[in-house]
């Protein structure tokens, strides 16, 4: 059973994690021009703007992922990512309810968010959690595919 650790970003643990997922995405992105990187900031991913989660399993940091307020009650998902080793176990699916759930507490009416078509089973996840896609809403370089939820 995982467990859900509020934590700011710059938090030594959800720094690492970023830092392991922004290394991966750079690694395998598919576009020569490269993965942007945009370590976020840690004021827009706490209450009440947002909330930052590092994902744990039996007391090992797995996986994080975040929600910020893009105002009027729209809100990001943002950097939801997991190890390898916890991919698979329904651990990403667990931490967007439960991002959806923070995001409901905080006021959000809608949450959106980007990602880019080579990321296959995240996209699976969103379509399979009730996301549809949308026109872009931002000029994100990495992103190729946006989604959106009516909460």
């Avoid at 307020?69 to 698979?88: I, N, P, T």
Wanted: hydrophobic share 40%.
């Amino acid at each position: 059973m995982p467990t859900f650790i509020d934590t700011p970003v710059t938090d030594a643990t959800a720094h690492a994690l970023l830092e392991e997922y922004f290394a991966y995405r750079a690694a395998s992105f598919p576009s020569p021009a490269g993965y942007v990187t945009t370590f976020p900031s840690d004021a827009q991913f706490r209450e009440p703007d947002g909330v930052f989660l590092v994902v744990e399993v039996d007391g090992e940091s797995v996986g994080c992922g975040g929600i910020r307020s893009l105002g009027a009650g729209r809100f990001e998902v943002k950097h939801l990512w997991l190890r390898r080793a916890a991919q698979g176990r329904g651990l990403g699916r667990a931490l967007l309810a439960e991002l959806e759930r923070r995001a409901r507490l905080l006021g959000a009416t809608e949450l959106v968010l980007d990602t880019n078509a080579s990321l296959e089973a995240a996209g699976g996840l969103y379509r399979s959690s009730g996301y549809v896609d949308i026109e872009p809403y931002n000029a994100n370089p990495n992103a190729t595919n946006w989604y959106q939820k009516t909460l």
